[in-house]
């Protein structure tokens, strides 16, 4: 059972940058795909970014593009989203899931972030 956990997050103004973590226990995490989601208070959880299990392909939401990442470091079982130019909409809790037969699952508890001024 792969147990997930976020960190990176915290409070910074508009235009700031954040880069979040999620580090993965167990062997599975090397070939495995990952992703990134956000649930915002009051929203549905929505998808924010997904990366295959190489790093070789990744996708992310219009809502981010241009201005978040995600990457991998998978001798570290290290999931990460760097997050630039930050907006007051970006505003939620991250989550990483990862790929169990098709269905993103074992969310982690995840970590905040807030952008306000």
């Known amino acids: 059972q792969v147990q997930l956990v976020e960190s990176g997050g915290g409070q910074v103004q508009p235009g700031g940058s954040l880069r979040l973590s999620c580090v993965a226990s167990?062997?599975?995490?090397?070939?495995?795909?990952m992703a990134w989601f956000r649930q915002a208070p009051g929203k549905k959880r929505e998808w924010v970014a997904n990366?295959?299990?190489?790093?070789?392909?990744?996708y992310v939401a219009d809502a981010v593009k241009g201005r978040f990442a995600i990457s991998r470091d998978n001798a570290k079982n290290t999931l990460y989203l760097q997050m630039n130019n930050l907006k007051p909409e970006d505003t939620a809790t991250y989550y990483c899931?990862?790929?169990?037969?098709?269905?993103?699952?074992?969310w982690g508890p995840g970590t905040q972030v807030t952008v306000s001024s």
């Open positions: 899931a990862i790929s169990i037969e098709g269905t993103w699952s074992n």
């Open positions: 167990g062997s599975t995490f090397s070939t495995s795909a």
């Open positions: 990366i295959t299990w190489k790093g070789s392909h990744f």
